[in-house]
């Protein structure tokens, strides 16, 4: 009897201590559960937001960017005639125009060059179309160049040398009291006034190279070579034509020769009819 309450309350004792510490294991592995997934809650949270922001940013700088694009190609085309005015058409209908065209014809093929001036965002779709009138593409090359810089740095300069010419306005109105001040501060808004002219003049020069894209565009179509004669054989109407021509031009030759010594022949006249009246 006195054995099995022994042993009965050993047992109790080893159900407790195990119960003891079964329960801190339990109340740590919860809490690493909850702060994981806390954790990976908030990563997840800032993962999102940064993607939600990240379009919006490269969008905004995209569009504060100032970029220069130009390109120049060289396409064969079947007939040139009907690919220049389908050239034409596609610039007019994208709202650019032909600035200017230089047409030649040689033994070997007809070629037109010519300037085309886009809107920017028209760029990509003008390219495309322009490229379906071709047979054979030589080259397409597009350059791109950011002038962002330089843009941003003329418009800081810009208002700072404004901001300067006011002040020198004021000063002009109102504290230049001697004539030497007068005319020191008239020379300082003269130079501030040239700056700021020249600053104008480059930011809208830099303003129409984004604005407008420049396409250098090259079409020619093959001919069937035709060689040069060796030799020129006149026909015998262009000879007679070329003599009637020459002997024309030496009888008025003569004529105008004539009309130059007028007066020489005149005296001549006179003397020799002076002579002939007093020998008779």
Not at 76 to 105: E, F, N
Not at 243 to 265: D, K, Q, R, V
Request: aromatic residues 8%; neutral net charge; charged residues 25%.
């Amino acid at each position: 009897m006195m054995k099995t309450k022994k042993l009965m309350t050993f047992l109790s004792l080893g159900l407790l201590i195990a119960a003891c510490s079964h329960e801190p294991s339990m109340k740590y592995s919860e809490n690493v559960d909850m702060e994981t997934v806390a954790e990976t809650a908030d990563a997840n949270s800032i993962s999102s937001e940064e993607g939600s922001l990240a379009p919006k940013t490269n969008t905004d700088l995209l569009s504060n960017l100032k970029i220069i694009k130009n390109a120049q190609c060289r396409f064969k085309v079947a007939d040139i005639d009907s690919a220049v005015q389908k050239a034409r058409a596609i610039v007019t209908q994208h709202g650019g125009y032909i600035s200017d065209m230089r047409y030649q014809h040689t033994n070997y093929h007809l070629e037109n060059r010519f300037t085309v001036r886009v809107p920017q965002e028209d760029f990509e779709p003008v390219m495309q179309q322009l490229i379906t009138l071709a047979e054979f593409v030589d080259f397409n090359n597009v350059t791109t160049k950011d002038v962002s810089e330089e843009y941003i740095d003329l418009q800081t300069r810009l208002k700072t040398k404004q901001e300067v010419k006011a002040r020198y306005d004021e000063i002009l109105r109102s504290k230049a009291k001697t004539v030497e001040e007068v005319l020191l501060t008239e020379e300082k808004l003269r130079v501030l006034q040239e700056e700021i002219e020249a600053a104008q003049g480059r930011l809208k020069f830099l303003s129409n190279k984004v604005a407008l894209s420049t396409i250098q565009v090259d079409l020619y179509a093959a001919v069937a070579h035709k060689a040069e004669p060796e030799v020129y054989t006149q026909t015998y109407g262009s000879k007679m034509k070329e003599s009637l021509s020459f002997g024309w031009e030496l009888l008025s030759n003569l004529f105008l020769g004539l009309l130059y010594i007028w007066p020489f022949i005149l005296l001549t006249t006179g003397i020799i009819l002076f002579f002939r009246f007093r020998k008779k």
